[in-house]
C-alpha cells in the first residue's frame, strides 16, 4: 500500500510540474505565433492542460482514499485487502493463487486482483472452507478457500 502511495505522490508531483512550468511556457510560446483560432499548437497546450487538471484531481482524490484505509479494520481471519487467498477452482480442479489489491496495483499475469473485480468482490469477507459461486464474464466460477494470508499475517512476518 505504501508503495501505491508513493507512486500516485510521484505522479501528482510531476504532473504538478507539468502544469506549473512546462504547460504555461507552450502557451506562451503558441501565443507569440499570432492567431489564436487557427494555432494548433496553442489549442494542443490548452487540451492537455485540461487534461493535467483533470488527472491531478482523480490522483489526489485516489491517494485521499487511500490514505484513508485503516489496515486495523481489515478482519484477521477473513478475505479483505492484502489478503492472498489459494483457492482450489472445483469445474477445473486447479489450484490458484490470488492477492486482492486496489484497482491500480491489480495485475492479471500476476495473480493480482482488485478488490473490485468479480473475483475480488465474491472473495472479500469470505473464510477458509468456504465454498463461494461467482458470475465472471462467460459463466460462473466455483472457487473453495484453501488458504489465507491476510495483510496482518505479511506485516507480521
Do not use: C
Not at 512550468?21 to 490548452?46: F, M, Q, T, V, W
Amino acid at each position: 500500500m505504501e508503495d501505491l502511495k508513493k507512486r500516485l505522490q510521484e505522479e501528482i508531483a510531476a504532473l504538478e510540474y507539468e502544469l506549473r512550468h512546462e504547460l504555461p511556457k507552450e502557451i506562451l510560446r503558441a501565443r507569440a505565433h499570432g492567431d489564436l483560432s487557427e494555432n494548433a499548437e496553442y489549442h494542443a497546450a490548452k487540451e492537455r492542460q485540461g487534461y493535467v487538471n483533470a488527472r491531478l484531481a482523480q490522483l489526489r482524490k485516489r491517494l485521499a482514499e487511500i490514505s484513508m484505509v485503516d489496515v486495523s479494520r481489515i478482519p484477521r481471519d477473513r478475505v479483505g485487502l492484502g489478503s492472498e487467498v489459494v483457492v482450489l477452482d472445483r469445474v477445473k480442479d486447479e489450484e490458484i493463487t490470488y492477492k486482492l489489491v486496489t484497482s491500480e496495483e491489480a495485475d492479471a499475469g500476476k495473480g493480482w486482483i482488485s478488490t473490485s473485480s468479480p473475483i475480488g468482490r465474491g472473495l472479500l469477507g469470505k473464510e477458509v472452507g468456504e465454498v463461494v459461486r461467482i458470475q465472471i464474464p462467460g459463466g460462473w466460477r466455483e472457487l473453495e478457500i484453501l488458504r489465507l494470508t491476510t495483510i496482518h499475517d505479511s506485516m507480521e512476518s
